[in-house]
């Protein structure tokens, strides 16, 4: 009786173990693929995503109802947009060129140039309510978009369904939460690169694979920063070095700099990632490069490059452009408004 009561708690502890380990979120990656960290104050849930994927293409989230995440992030550009840089709700200037989504989740660094900016969860309140610049124009206003949110029954009932241990509060926590549980399933590896990878047949030029070499060899060094399964070393080590000049002279946009006040780390930006960037132009800090081949002789490395190898090297970013992801309606407006 003891051995039999014995194996029996056994097979009682293995199952809690097993349901533990067991995934609460299902992420639809390809084999080998791990997911992107999560916070343990914002777990995953189905529920929290739809509200998220809901609140992104909301212009409500802007003051005056004209701006929504969504308006500078559009899927087809991998969540970003063709402006060198975006106006606000106030018409304040843009100060920087909109960054695309793709794989953010994995990033350290979340920002162009602030390495202290490493949560979602933070970074998303930024536009929302930040004021250097003003962009949907909440700043020291946020009680206005949590009253207007929580005046909305749809929103009562799907921030109750995110959020049940809170409540169902809407707050600028909550908001943050969910838009950050969307947008880390921005997941993009299945490009004609993945596929290659994978064994699966792709019809690609020799140019491409010419690229390739150049891009992870010492010649170009593309890999150097640009590291990883997001091509970026924002996604692979410290948030501190994720952040490199590129080229020189420099705008007056001083970047790191501007967070640290090292001469050093003047007009250092944090390194983009490289997945769909076929479809995410404008490039750089600044919006300054409208091409592929642009972006790439705008660095230092490249200067000793022939048109034909930058050729390659552009042909090798285009087997990035996963185009499943950019259209995928998971990641798309709802077909239906909230409310």
């Not at 909305?152 to 908001?175: D, L």
């Amino acid at each position: 009786m003891n051995r039999l009561l014995v194996l029996m708690a056994g097979l009682c502890a293995l199952a809690v173990f097993t349901l533990a380990l067991s995934p609460a979120f299902d992420w639809r990656l390809p084999p080998g693929v791990a997911p992107p960290p999560v916070p343990a104050d914002n777990p995953m849930s189905e529920a929290k995503v739809a509200l998220g994927r809901r609140l992104f293409y909301d212009a409500d989230l802007s003051i005056d109802g004209t701006m929504s995440c969504a308006t500078c992030h559009e899927q087809r550009h991998a969540f970003t947009d063709t402006n060198a840089t975006r106006p606000g709700v106030h018409n304040d200037p843009g100060r920087r060129n909109i960054m695309a989504l793709t794989n953010v989740g994995y990033f350290g660094p979340l920002t162009w140039a602030d390495p202290r900016v490493t949560r979602l969860e933070d970074q998303i309140l930024i536009p929302i309510a930040g004021e250097k610049p003003v962009e949907m124009g909440f700043a020291k206003q946020e009680h206005l978009l949590t009253a207007r949110l929580g005046a909305n029954a749809c929103y009562q009932r799907m921030f109750a369904s995110a959020f049940p241990e809170a409540k169902g509060e809407v707050s600028m926590a909550t908001i943050g939460k969910a838009l950050a549980t969307f947008q880390r399933t921005l997941l993009s590896f299945d490009a004609p690169y993945d596929q290659h990878k994978r064994g699966e047949a792709v019809a690609v030029s020799d140019e491409t694979w010419r690229g390739e070499t150049l891009f992870f060899g010492r010649r170009a060094g593309c890999a150097s920063c640009h590291a990883g399964p997001s091509f970026t070393d924002a996604a692979t080590g410290p948030p501190d070095k994720a952040f490199h000049r590129i080229d020189l002279p420099f705008s007056g946009d001083q970047g790191l700099g501007e967070i640290t006040g090292r001469n050093a780390d003047k007009a250092r930006f944090r390194t983009p990632g490289l997945r769909n960037v076929g479809v995410s132009e404008p490039y750089l800090h600044d919006g300054s490069a409208k091409t592929l081949s642009q972006a790439i002789r705008r660095h230092r490395a490249a200067i000793g490059l022939g048109d034909a190898q930058v050729a390659d090297l552009v042909a090798f970013l285009g087997t990035l452009t996963d185009q499943r992801f950019i259209s995928d309606k998971r990641f798309s407006l709802p077909p239906t408004r909230c409310g």
